[in-house]
């Protein structure tokens, strides 16, 4: 019993070994999936620098019409008194 056991776990292996070998990536493969990977880090990484550039803008813009509010506000409050 042990050793017609033993032949099928053989066989087993003997047929799993290139299904596993296949399986693995080649160095070309990881070399090329490591460039994609910087790729895609140095765009996110652009597109990070965009948008806190976008986000200071709108911070300012967002400030000078406070601003300008406020000197409308002053204004108004200077004709009423009028």
Known sequence: MMKGSMKKSAAILFL???LLLGAC???DDVKR???TA???LNT???AMQ???TANQKADKALA???NANARLDRAF???LKK
């Open 16 to 18: 799993a070994c290139p």
């Open 25 to 27: 990536a080649s160095s």
């Open 33 to 35: 999936a490591q460039a």
């Open 38 to 40: 910087d790729e895609a």
């Open 44 to 46: 996110a990484r652009q």
């Open 50 to 52: 965009q948008a806190q």
């Open 64 to 66: 000078d019409a406070a």
């Open 77 to 79: 409050q200077q004709q």
